[in-house]
């Protein structure tokens, strides 16, 4: 899709260099992915790449986990071992979820960002490390800075270049492409029948939401893979959840509540529609009579999606408490709401 090429154009120019990269994006739209292409596109594609889950550690476990200890740092420490930036030396370290870095310890991987050097849990030996550092996250940095959770010059460090992956839903002319790329994986592991789709099997990924991005559409059609012993694959092997549950909906009144008019744009209409289903045929209600598919105001004028889309993020940000919590129920991530808030001048 054009949006997914203009990242990695942009990855491309970026990989040569030994810039600090922040990979920003929803969960599962491939940062990870996006980290070890650059790496293998890059001067250091010789060496070793690592990745840090920063989430899945204490700060004491991460540091040792970064750093490494000594023998005898603490208990259990039977000996001495070199941490992830020493085994990657000359190569690049994937930090994934940095928003989740504990506070504490940001000082000193912003020490090791500038300085290139660190010491192991135990040890005042000031050791040096040649690593290129790319980090990813799904959550608001700059929002963070401002709530004093995240350092900000070590946010300015991190963010030399920042790349933002668009979610599925934002491109979804690459959906049967790479639907089709995870059924012939699949069914070659599993030695499955599944050769391709049907109309029906097709429809269904083109009009789901897809809610948890490129590693939901794997997960999907995995299991598919697994289940069918058929050569295409139909909706129902999909087993997709097209209720409105399944998108994470803001509560009850945030999405149907009308705004007040201003003057520079026209009344709300009583509720906005949702059609969480595949393309309908015609628009007909059970009665058989015709439904206007748009949306009007209170004049019978069709609101465009400019309006639409500033009454639905105004809505959901003073119905939520934290600007994740907003971003959440809008299925974007919060950089992207943070970016749009900023071009409709929302507060």
Not at 18 to 29: H, Q, R, V, W, Y
Not at 105 to 116: D, G, H, N
Not at 134 to 151: E, P, Y
Request: hydrophobic share 40%.
């Amino acid at each position: 899709s054009p949006l997914m090429r203009q990242v990695l154009a942009l990855a491309e120019q970026v990989a040569a260099t030994d810039a600090n990269i922040l990979i920003l994006g929803e969960s599962g739209t491939g940062k990870n992915v996006l980290a070890k292409m650059i790496h293998r596109m890059s001067p250091r594609a010789n060496k070793d790449f690592g990745t840090v889950n920063c989430p899945s550690l204490s700060a004491e476990l991460l540091e040792n986990e970064l750093f490494g200890h000594r023998k005898g740092a603490f208990t259990g420490a039977t000996d001495s071992a070199e941490g992830r930036v020493a085994k990657v030396d000359g190569g690049t370290l994937f930090l994934d979820e940095i928003g989740d870095f504990p506070l504490a310890l940001q000082p000193k991987l912003l020490r090791f960002i500038q300085e290139k050097e660190y010491e192991r849990v135990g040890d005042p030996t000031t050791r040096r490390a040649d690593v290129r550092i790319i980090v990813a996250t799904n959550r608001d940095l700059a929002d963070m800075v401002r709530q004093g959770s995240f350092r900000q010059d070590l946010f300015y460090r991190v963010n030399v270049v920042a790349l933002t992956l668009p979610t599925l839903r934002e491109r979804r002319e690459d959906v049967e492409g790479l639907a089709r790329g995870f059924l012939r994986k699949f069914a070659k592991a599993y030695g499955r029948p599944a050769r391709g789709f049907t109309d029906c099997g097709r429809d269904a990924l083109l009009h789901y939401a897809w809610p948890g991005n490129v590693r939901e559409l794997q997960n999907v059609i995995e299991r598919a893979v697994i289940l069918c012993n058929e050569e295409a694959l139909d909706r129902r092997h999909l087993a997709l959840d097209f209720s409105v549950a399944s998108l994470a909906p803001m509560p009850q009144g945030a999405v149907t509540a009308p705004l007040e008019h201003t003057e520079s744009r026209p009344p709300a209409p009583a509720r906005v529609a949702h059609y969480f289903s595949e393309a309908p045929a015609s628009w007909a209600d059970p009665a058989g009579t015709e439904k206007d598919p748009l949306m009007r105001n209170e004049d019978g004028e069709p609101i465009s999606l400019h309006d639409l889309e500033r009454r639905q993020l105004e809505a959901a940000l003073a119905a939520a408490q934290t600007l994740e919590e907003a971003a959440r129920w809008l299925g974007i991530d919060a950089s992207t709401l943070y970016r749009k808030r900023k071009a409709y001048g929302l507060k």
